[in-house]
Each structure stands twice: as structure tokens, then as C-alpha cells.
């Protein structure tokens, strides 16, 4: 894997704006299922809600098949009376964690909906306009007592707002007087810039004293800079390189000027040389890509489209390769419309100079 590390750019007067602030995450959802796991993700949801003044709505699921299959064939009586001990015992819990440390001064509401989750999860936070998920996920089980398939990774196909994703032990605090710092897995399309905007808004919502810190990285997945190559190809590879060097220019310069940003973020890009697209990115975001720094950032962000991840690359679902792979929270923005091809977007040569070594 080779990386090529395009300038940094701190500029945070160009991207004052007043409607950055109104734009961060005000209704916050955080789906528990009466685990601890699952509570590991109420810090960075109170964290966010208190950097907007926002809601954090704790969605408690019962999941009717799996809790109740069994004892379906019973009596209509007996299950009920089991659903509404249940639901006693929901609304307690959620009580509870409302009280917590976690919460402290966080606006709390609490929800108790049964179904099955990962639908009920997703239905919930579009019919009542939430703005970001937040969920604690461990790989492919999903949450422990929901063990049908990854929870996570349903939620992440199917829903039309942001989705953070906690690992299990890890958390999304950062040092006062260190910066957030956001890889974002871009691809050269417009489909991919989608998650520019509330990644900008995350950070921005975390850097309390640093301005944060954002890369836009893409994986160019060309043979190693030291593989067999014929002399004819090397053409074609210095093509690709430059297009690739002058789209994430393009997109930094975009990101900054945009009236929507928030101020106090500073923008950079690099180019990785791999194959394997979702591990090079996972490597990149964990170790730092040797880039400017020996530390790994703080989460990754990336644009999906349901099944298909980031679809122009057609390697299968990079973001659900991601997810499995990274020990790294996961952003995940489900992208809408059309995709415009890398041509569309990029200035041309003699607009934007570009050096890629």
C-alpha cells in the first residue's frame, strides 16, 4: 500500500456560517436492547446533544420473534401477560439509564416499541426525523440479546439517516486539547461526497478547544508502485493518480467554501495505492497512513447505498467490509440520487495544479 498526501488546508474564517450550528444533530436515537453493551453508546450520543442542545431518545425493542416465539402457541392470554411484564420491566430500565452519569444534563426521552429490530429501529428514526443513530455493534452478532444477524449492518443497509457505530469497548472520547480526527473514504463520485457535510458537522460538534481535523481519502486500487508494470502502463497510472489527485483538491476546496460548514475544521486529502479497498482504508484510519501523524483517527466516515457500499467501486459492500474490520466507529451516510462519473466533477488541469509524489 502506498499513500500519496495531498496539502493541508486550514482555513476555518471561510467556513463561518450561522446555519452550521442549526444543522447539528438535535434528535439523537440510541437503540437499547438491556445490555450493557448497548449502553456504551449513550457518552457519544450525550456528548453530541450537548454540543447542539439536542434530544437523546432511548428506543427500548422487545423483539417479539425471538423472545416470544417459543411460546406462541400458547394461550393469547399467557403471551400478553409476558409482553406487559416486559414492558413493565422496559420502562424501569429505560428509566434508569435516563438517570445515569451518561445523561447528565441531556435532554431524555424513552421510547418502548416491540418488533423486530433492526426494522423497527429504522421505521422509528424516519417517521419521527431523527437525525443520527447511535448504537454499540460487536462484528457480525449485532447486539447480544438480538442475535439475528448483524443488527448493525441491517440498520446501515436500509437507513435514510446517519448511523454511528461503536465497537464494543471502544468509545468515541477524545482529549479537551487534542483534535477530532475523521478519515473520510471518498471514491471520486458525487454519490461519495454525500457524507461530507455531516462528517464536517460531527467534528465540528466534538472539537470543543481544537478545531477538528478531517482527511478525504481515496483508494486507488492499482497494482504496488514496486509491481511488474509495462511501460505502457505507466501512462495510464499517472492518469489515474492525477485525475484522483485533482477530484479530492477539488472536494477540499468545496468542503471549505461551502456556506453550510461549520468553522474551525481543517481539511487535507491523500490518495492510497491498494487493492484491497475496505482493508487499505481500515489501515489507513487505525495506524495514520504515516501521513502527518503516527496516530490513527478517531472514526471513519463513509457514503453507502444500501447492498452495494460504495457502488462505483464494485468490490461488494466496502462499508460492511469496513465495519467487520475496523475496531474504529464507523459514520455512515446512506447517499440518494444519481452518481455523476470523477469527470463530471473535477476542474480541469489548467484550473487546479496538483503535485502527487
Known amino acids: 500500500m502506498s499513500i500519496h498526501d495531498g496539502n493541508r488546508t486550514n482555513d476555518p474564517g471561510s467556513l463561518t456560517c450561522e446555519e452550521g450550528n442549526k444543522a447539528m444533530f438535535q434528535h439523537i ?8 453493551r448497548a449502553e456504551q453508546a449513550l457518552p457519544a450520543a450525550a456528548r453530541l446533544a450537548r454540543a447542539s442542545g439536542g434530544t437523546v431518545t432511548l428506543l427500548y425493542v422487545p423483539n417479539l420473534r425471538y423472545e416470544y ?8 392470554t399467557f403471551t400478553e401477560s409476558m409482553i406487559e411484564a416486559d414492558v413493565a420491566g422496559a420502562k424501569l430500565y429505560l428509566a434508569r439509564v435516563a438517570q445515569s452519569e451518561s445523561l447528565r444534563g441531556v435532554k431524555t426521552a424513552m421510547e418502548i416499541v416491540a418488533g423486530i429490530p433492526a426494522q423497527v429501529i429504522v421505521v422509528y428514526a424516519q417517521q419521527h426525523a431523527n437525525d443520527l443513530i447511535v448504537l454499540c455493534s460487536h462484528g457480525h452478532t449485532g447486539f447480544k440479546r438480538w442475535a439475528l444477524g448483524s443488527v448493525a449492518q441491517q440498520i446501515i443497509r436500509h437507513s435514510t439517516i446517519p448511523v454511528l457505530v461503536l465497537r464494543e469497548g471502544e468509545t468515541l472520547a477524545v482529549e479537551e486539547n487534542r483534535p477530532v480526527r475523521a478519515l473520510v473514504a471518498l471514491d471520486g463520485s458525487s454519490f461519495a461526497t454525500q457524507v461530507l457535510k455531516p462528517t464536517v458537522q460531527f467534528v465540528a460538534a466534538l472539537s470543543e478547544r481544537v478545531p477538528g481535523e478531517i482527511m478525504l481519502t481515496e483508494v486507488v486500487p492499482l497494482p504496488p508502485h514496486d509491481a511488474p508494470i509495462a511501460h505502457q502502463d505507466l501512462a495510464a497510472r499517472r492518469h489515474v493518480l492525477q485525475e484522483t ?23 487535507a486529502w491523500s490518495i492510497v495505492v491498494s487493492e484491497d479497498v475496505a482493508e487499505a482504508i481500515v489501515e489507513t484510519a487505525e495506524l495514520g497512513g504515516d501521513i502527518d501523524s503516527d496516530d490513527g483517527y478517531d472514526f471513519i466516515a463513509v457514503a453507502t447505498h444500501g447492498r452495494s457500499g460504495l457502488d462505483r467501486l464494485r468490490l461488494g459492500s466496502v462499508t460492511e467490509h469496513i465495519l467487520d474490520a475496523t475496531k474504529l466507529p464507523l459514520l455512515v451516510v446512506h447517499a440518494v440520487g444519481s452518481q455523476l462519473e470523477k469527470r463530471e466533477l473535477v476542474k480541469t488541469p489548467t484550473e487546479t495544479m496538483v503535485t502527487v509524489r
Open 29 to 36: 436515537l440510541v437503540p437499547l436492547d438491556g445490555s450493557q
Open 69 to 76: 416465539g417459543p411460546y406462541l402457541a400458547q394461550s393469547l
Open 245 to 267: 489527485a485533482t477530484y479530492l483538491s477539488h472536494v477540499a476546496e468545496q468542503v471549505l467554501v461551502q456556506s453550510a460548514m461549520n468553522a474551525g475544521v481543517a481539511v
